[in-house]
């Protein structure tokens, strides 16, 4: 059986350095069986700040075009 991994992660720039807002990560069988296994971590904006986690403009602005509900979800 195949496996596979996808990892997503929701940010506030589009640099290397972007302030991460959360992960998911998906394992799947990609012959059918589906998913086999699932997570997902909001992470803690303030503590990034110690690292230079950058923040852009053009990204929040992205954000705030989005569905309220979903806004909502990554931002709070």
Known sequence: ????????FETLDTAVTAT???VGIVKFDPNGTGILDEYYAKVNI???????RTISDST???WSKQDPAIMDEALV
């Open 60 to 62: 929040l602005a992205w």
């Open 20 to 22: 991460i807002l959360s």
């Open 46 to 52: 303030d503590e990034q700040t110690a690292y230079n």
């Open 1 to 8: 059986m195949a496996t596979h991994v996808m990892l997503d």
